[in-house]
Nanobody, 123 residues
Framework: QVQLVESGGGLVQPGGSLRLSCSASGSIFSINAMGWYRQAPGKQRELVAV???????NYADSVKGRFTISRDDVKNTVYMQMNSLKSEDTANYYC?????????????????WGQGTLVTVSS
């Protein structure tokens, strides 16, 4: 019932930039935290950045100062601007959202994942 669709991945040279987008759709009452995770080949999925409904942000140390997460609550969309990309940023990037949905007569919290978008940083 709730879907996240990512876009914006691709191939970029080291030092370049990309902007990822993730739009939520479905029977959503509200969206709480939204975030980006990534998983490189042979590694565990890790948190990259998260933004709360109040606009507070948190970043992995490896991306601080290079990545910026933001959200547009009118469009139910979260963005991540990635600058000064490095080869170690190469990974599948997954959008994650904590949403509230109506189930019968009660609000329920639901964690939703997107399908992922591949970011490759290579010369």
């Amino acid at each position: 019932q709730v879907q996240l669709v990512e876009s914006g991945g691709g191939l970029v040279q080291p030092g370049g930039s990309l902007r990822l987008s993730c739009s939520a759709s479905g029977s959503i009452f509200s969206i709480n935290a939204m975030g980006w995770y990534r998983q490189a080949p042979g590694k565990q999925r890790e948190l990259v950045a998260v933004i709360t409904s109040g606009g507070r942000t948190n970043y992995a140390d490896s991306v601080k100062g290079r990545f910026t997460i933001s959200r547009d609550d009118v469009k139910n969309t979260v963005y991540m601007q990635m600058n000064s990309l490095k080869s170690e940023d190469t990974a599948n990037y997954y959008c994650n959202a904590d949403v509230s949905v109506w189930v019968l007569a009660s609000l329920r919290s639901l964690e939703v994942w997107g399908q992922g978008t591949l970011v490759t940083v290579s010369s």
